[in-house]
């Protein structure tokens, strides 16, 4: 019954207007996953009262008894979902259900223009899944009132999916969310009650909150339990298949595609938890929001306690997906206990094993499957020997790099692999840092390396420099970048014209005054005639090119000029005895060499003058 207030009808958000044609006219090769989306949603909602009710138990008003319930009329040709869980406010219902609060919803829509084969796992992706609905049905009502607020506070929103819906106060008493859905004729078979059993056992058999229907369609039929209602991880692995696990997945992590791989575990000691972690096969469009972290569910005793428990896992874990249940903490356990509970250290710590010992058993076991996985996550797993010290070299065993010798098949060098191809006497693992793969493959440092035959990793990643700042080493072997200053071949290496080239030099370091700290002969170099490099205590020019472009301010670094004597360019100098010439060439030499590395130019207009210059 509505009170006196008026229907208001508002504008769905542009984007949400672009979805919902996207959905209704050409989405979904399998429709009958918009019941498990609403299913997911109420168990969501069910779990989120848990939680609100452990500060405030007169949330549960009268009805303790947390529950779903499907029903359908053929006669209406509805279908209903109905929870009595946290329920929504107006303003709640505006801003959850009128626009999609998401950072990724252009991309989503892009994606989903792009390949509508793949729109279910793009729709478990995104988090859209209620908009599912208009598949099926061609309006659709949500009756809701939050709890805690009186009967007059419930709302009544209704829309075709035509771009508007409308939005009335309604007294209710029911607490909690029911959606409506008046089906299209196509959708007939949604108005099955075995169908419907069917797919509620096959996509939310897991939830642990009791799904009931009634046995008959008529209203004053009895309900029974549809779904076992039974907490999947507290099962023992034998009893559980893989499919009953892809299926926790999927709701676990509002996902449409199996995951990659999972770890389920019962840990009894002086701790007692039982942990089902999962790894995703397909990276969410979030992943690089490093705050947002919405990964491990945390649960007491088998009571939901709250979602995004941030520590249960470490950033750059943040992928992993699912449970934690604790039989140790109390239940009015709060974030900020969180912050300093040795028990939930243990569990972190003992969590993060888990998970990098199932990803070098997957390394070690099905390459494929890795690869897969590096594709998807590498570069966040990169993150992680700047984050946790205490599995530096496990995680530094789980990385993988494209190298000189392998730079076509991508990144799937190891820095194990790298150690036993190293060749005899050489004491330091080599690599290189440029923003691209084949920037770094070009690179003019790589000349007297190939020479040599020996083998350089190619880093390509915005993260590598905060990698490589944190890894030093691995299994006793520096990390060398060829781009520093105290990188050093053999003796023997030295150009024979190096003992008359000490007056060029002078020249050069006079010609150059304060743009660099030093100028200095290269045994580096063999087809280029000069690079440029740095102390191995100053910051590269790579790393501070990216903080100039994210806007953060990075000290001023003088690079060191090397020259390849032996370059016919080089040698041409000595010849000129014009100075203000030989300064033109010399400036030209240093800034070839900055752009070479992928730096940008002080000046580029004196650049583009000195070469009219010189080649007039």
């Known amino acids: 019954m509505s009170v006196d207030a008026p229907v208001e009808t508002l504008e769905f958000q542009a984007e949400v207007k672009q979805l919902l044609r996207l959905m209704i006219h050409s989405l979904y090769s399998n429709r009958e996953i918009f019941l498990r989306e609403l299913v997911s949603n109420a168990s969501d909602a069910c779990d989120k009262l848990r939680f609100e009710a452990l500060g405030d138990a007169g949330l549960y008003e009268s009805d303790p008894a947390l529950q779903i319930e499907v029903l359908f009329d053929k006669d209406t040709k509805t279908l209903t979902v109905r929870d009595n869980g946290i329920g929504m406010s107006r303003e709640e219902v505006i801003e959850n259900v009128g626009t999609i609060a998401r950072s990724g919803t ?68 029911a607490r909690g969310t029911e959606v409506i859905l008046h089906l299209k004729d196509d959708a007939s078979e949604f108005l099955d009650g075995w169908r419907l059993r069917q797919i509620i056992r096959r996509y939310s ?70 942990s089902l972690l999962f790894i995703p096969a397909r990276a969410p469009f979030d992943l690089w929001d490093r705050d947002r972290m919405h990964g491990v569910k945390l649960y007491v005793k088998r009571v939901f306690i709250m979602d995004d428990a941030e520590k249960l896992m470490p950033r750059y874990l943040r992928f992993v997906r699912g449970v934690i249940d604790s039989n140790d903490l109390p239940l009015n356990v709060s974030r900020e206990i969180l912050q300093s509970s040795a028990v939930i250290d243990s569990i972190r710590a003992g969590s993060v094993k888990k998970i990098l010992g199932q990803l070098e058993q997957m390394a070690e076991n099905e390459a494929e499957k890795y690869a897969t996985f590096w594709k998807e996550f590498g570069q966040v797993l990169k993150e992680g020997p700047a984050e946790d010290f205490a599995n530096r070299e496990q995680i530094a065993r789980l990385l993988r790099f494209a190298s000189t010798q392998d730079s076509a098949a991508g990144p799937v060098m190891s820095l194990k692999a790298y150690l036993e191809r190293m060749q005899e006497g050489q004491d330091a693992i080599y690599y290189i840092i440029a923003d691209t793969l084949a920037a770094a493959l070009n690179s003019p440092h790589l000349e007297a390396f190939r020479k040599k035959g020996l083998e350089v990793l190619l880093l390509s990643d915005r993260v590598d420099e905060w990698l490589v700042s944190h890894l030093r ?25 190096a003992e008359q080239a000490g007056d060029l030099i002078e020249r050069f370091k006079t010609a150059l005054g304060e743009s660099v700290s030093d100028v200095r002969i290269s045994t580096r170099l063999v087809d280029s005639p000069s690079c440029v490099v740095t102390d191995e205590h100053d910051m590269s020019l790579h790393l501070q090119r990216l903080l100039k472009e994210a806007g953060q301010s990075a000290p001023a670094v003088r690079p060191i000029l090397e020259l390849n004597v032996s370059h016919p360019l080089v040698a041409r100098l000595k010849s000129i005895e014009d100075d203000a010439r030989f300064s033109d060439w010399a400036r030209l030499l240093l800034e070839q060499a900055i752009l070479a590395e992928g730096g940008a130019l002080d000046d580029a207009a004196g650049f583009v003058r000195r070469l009219n210059r010189l080649m007039s």
Do not use: C
């Open 473 to 497: 080493e691995f299994e006793g072997k520096p990390l060398k970048s060829v781009t520093r200053a105290d990188v050093k071949l053999d003796e023997e290496d030295k150009h024979p014209e």
């Open 205 to 274: 058999d897991h939830i642990t909150l009791p799904v009931m229907m009634r046995s008959e369609s008529e209203e004053g039929g009895e309900t029974e339990r549809v779904n076992s209602a039974s907490a999947l991880w507290a099962r023992a692995k034998s009893e559980i298949s893989d499919e009953e696990y892809a299926e926790f997945y999927k709701h676990v992590a509002h996902d449409w595609e199996a995951p990659l791989a999972w770890t389920h575990n019962r840990v009894e000691g002086r701790n007692e938890y039982t």
């Open 106 to 173: 252009k991309a989503f829509l892009e994606a989903l223009e792009q390949d509508k084969a793949k729109d279910a796992a793009l729709i478990g992706q995104f988090g859209v899944g209620f908009y599912s609905s208009f598949i099926v049905a061609e309006r659709v009502e949500l009756l809701t009132r939050r709890a805690g607020l009186t009967a007059g506070h419930g709302v009544r929103w209704v829309s075709d999916g035509s771009g508007q819906y409308t939005l009335e106060t309604i007294e209710r008493a």
